[in-house]
């Protein structure tokens, strides 16, 4: 296909001093074994975002598999042209997929991401922008003093305001990013809390504990509260545990390995020792993290077999609903929409996860769900990849937007926060604000028998 965008990102920075010629240390560089399983053979090319929109070989899956190849070897450093290329990977995993010999670029990626972050010196504002990023976003607190701020500012008028010339020159850029793709949020709505436990209607199937998340928690508390009604319903009873801590999957995807680790290991401790049969997680992007801390702390004695027994209960909650189908509530209302689904690439690709939203919202009497062009295509969003990379994650999520439109939907729907935002923010630039909803307020409207004007209103669930 046509390259549709100038170009990949460009990488501020430079090798650090005293660097050696081999550009990776002894601390899980990437797996000869893994590199070697590449046999180029290009199947990776189409399904590869970037690829797609620049139709350059190094950024393709192939072509940074083949950097860090000559890496390993010294043939290339950890220089600015090298970084920019694995800096550009969105990190969907779309490639795996695709691949016909099995090559795990999931886990070269993973493996070359913290090598960065430990032996390549970003300029001096990239780095305060990041530290700044990850000093908010993974913090439910902080998100949801942002999310209250951003409700005053719309209440107020400002977010308008700060949009005109020559104020939005005044506001950093990573600033306007955010507001650009933060949703409309009301003051009494972030009041409301999902509460610490839901009692199954009727008898009790399953007892599952609820991950709230960071970001989900502070601008889609509404799809927590609409997870635990739709689990009630189905049978579950629902434990929202207090004081969650984040589940490290931005960090991880990001390079910042031991930052991570802690997380997980935190998080591992608060929910252990529940007596569930489930921990549910509604953001694809938390889940597929959670669903490696096995692998991720396997190198840790103390850790690695509590991980992996935390992995182990770990489900999507449309992978919960989907096997509780003997429990649905005895009468499904009516939904008469037009539906188009998006794959969330770390739903799809990393957990496998397709089938069950589908068979779940076919469901719904009078729903109609259409098909989406390109429904696995990365959408640009990628943890922090729109904030880091907002041309790339643009031209993705205008992208995104134009298949949506061309679906003839009334509503977009997806399993993960961030693509709800990216791709909320595209169709906003594109003129078509259509609804964008996560797949259980969808089921929670048919459950409670909602009009189909309040699902599109995208109000519904609080």
Not at 183 to 196: E, F, G, H, M, Q
Not at 427 to 441: D, F, T, W, Y
């Amino acid at each position: 296909m046509a390259a549709v965008s100038s170009g990949p990102p460009r990488v501020s920075g430079h090798p650090r001093a005293g660097a050696t010629t081999i550009a990776f240390d002894d601390h899980h560089p990437p797996d000869p074994a893994l590199i070697a399983d590449c046999v180029h053979c290009g199947f990776c090319l189409p399904a590869c975002p970037t690829y797609l929109l620049w139709g350059e070989e190094m950024d393709s899956p192939r072509g940074r598999i083949l950097l860090m190849d000559l890496a390993a070897r010294g043939e290339v450093g950890m220089d600015q042209e090298v970084v920019r290329h694995w800096d550009a990977c969105l990190g969907c995993m779309a490639c795996v997929d695709a691949c016909p010999s099995g090559v795990q670029y999931n886990r070269l990626v993973e493996q070359v991401r913290p090598q960065i972050e430990r032996h390549f010196s970003r300029a001096w504002h990239v780095r305060l922008s990041r530290a700044a990023l990850f000093a908010l976003l993974p913090n439910p607190r902080r998100m949801r003093t942002l999310a209250s701020a951003v409700a005053l500012t719309q209440a107020l008028g400002l977010r308008k305001a700060l949009r005109l010339q020559p104020l939005r020159h005044l506001v950093p850029r990573t600033v306007r990013r955010l507001d650009d793709m933060a949703p409309s949020l009301r003051l009494a709505d972030l009041k409301a809390r999902t509460p610490r436990r839901v009692a199954p209607r009727g008898t009790r199937v399953k007892r599952v504990a609820m991950l709230t998340g960071c970001v989900q928690d502070a601008f889609f508390a509404h799809v927590n509260r609409a997870t635990a009604r739709v689990l009630a319903a189905h049978g579950c009873e629902v434990l929202v545990p207090p004081l969650q801590s984040c589940c490290g999957a931005l960090e991880i995807h990001a390079g910042r390995e031991q930052q991570a680790l802690q997380r997980m290991r935190k998080l591992i401790a608060q929910m252990e020792t529940l007596e569930i049969d489930h921990i549910v997680v509604n953001s694809a992007g938390c889940g597929s993290a959670m669903k490696e801390y096995g692998a991720l702390l396997a190198d840790d004695p103390f850790w690695a077999a509590r991980a992996a027994a935390f992995s182990a209960r770990v489900r999507d909650v449309m992978e919960v609903i989907a096997e509780l189908d003997v429990q649905l509530p005895a009468r499904l209302h009516s939904l008469p929409v037009r539906v188009a689904y998006h794959d969330a690439c770390h739903l799809a690709h990393a957990q496998g996860v397709r089938l069950q939203p589908r068979a779940v919202l076919s469901r719904i009497p009078d729903l109609e769900l259409v098909d989406l062009k390109e429904s696995d295509v990365c959408c640009g969003s990628a943890g922090i990849y729109n904030l880091v990379a907002p041309q790339a994650a643009d031209d993705l999520g205008n992208r995104k937007a134009a298949n949506v439109v061309m679906s003839g939907a009334e509503v977009l729907t997806a399993g993960n926060g961030g693509c709800l935002l990216q791709i909320q923010a595209a169709l906003r630039r594109a003129g078509h604000p259509l609804p964008v909803v996560h797949p259980v307020e969808l089921l929670d409207a048919a459950i409670r028998g909602l009009p189909v004007a309040q699902v599109q209103a995208g109000r519904h669930a609080r």
